[in-house]
């Protein structure tokens, strides 16, 4: 990633970090800067192509991932967003009757596209900032994102 790409981001994060009274807003800045990565790697266009393009290739963010969601305290994390499970896709078309399922912490995939679905209906709107499902799966993939996000841009 070239630098100048990874200084705006490291803006962004600490711009994010500031913000400790909102998980929400953490939660898509983080995913922000997480696009913004795997745009800048995979030169594609669309979600759906980034996040394929980062399942199938090596890269230095991936392995920050793999090396924080190994830990003890991350696997708890990963636990307890896998109680969460499952999360309805709420897109018009869908009507929240297809859900996505987080089963296997150690598949990251499986991870990202639990973690991808969240984003997803925070970002069009399906989740309730009251709802308290909807807060604990923001807080949790907030903490998954935020120290890897730091060894990344080098901010730690």
């Not at 898509?28 to 800067?33: K, L, N, T």
């Not at 150690?106 to 709802?131: P, V």
Request: aromatic share 12%; hydrophobic share 40%.
């Amino acid at each position: 990633m070239n630098e100048e790409l990874k200084q705006r981001l490291r803006f962004w994060k600490e711009k994010a970090d500031h913000v400790t009274n909102d998980h929400w807003v953490r939660f898509i800045m983080y995913w922000m800067i997480f696009d913004a990565c795997i745009t800048e790697g995979s030169g594609m266009g669309s979600d759906r192509q980034k996040l394929d393009w980062f399942y199938v290739n090596d890269s230095e963010l991936k392995d920050v991932y793999r090396k924080f969601w190994q830990l003890p305290e991350y696997l708890e994390v990963l636990e307890e967003l896998k109680k969460l499970s499952p999360v309805r896709d709420m897109r018009p078309s869908k009507r929240g009757l297809e859900l996505v399922n987080l089963v296997n912490i150690k598949d990251e995939k499986e991870i990202f596209e639990f973690i991808y679905q969240i984003r997803c209906n925070t970002f069009h709107g399906a989740k309730d900032l009251s709802n308290k499902k909807d807060q604990h799966l923001v807080r949790l993939s907030e903490q998954l994102f935020d120290q890897p996000l730091n060894l990344f841009l080098g901010l730690v």
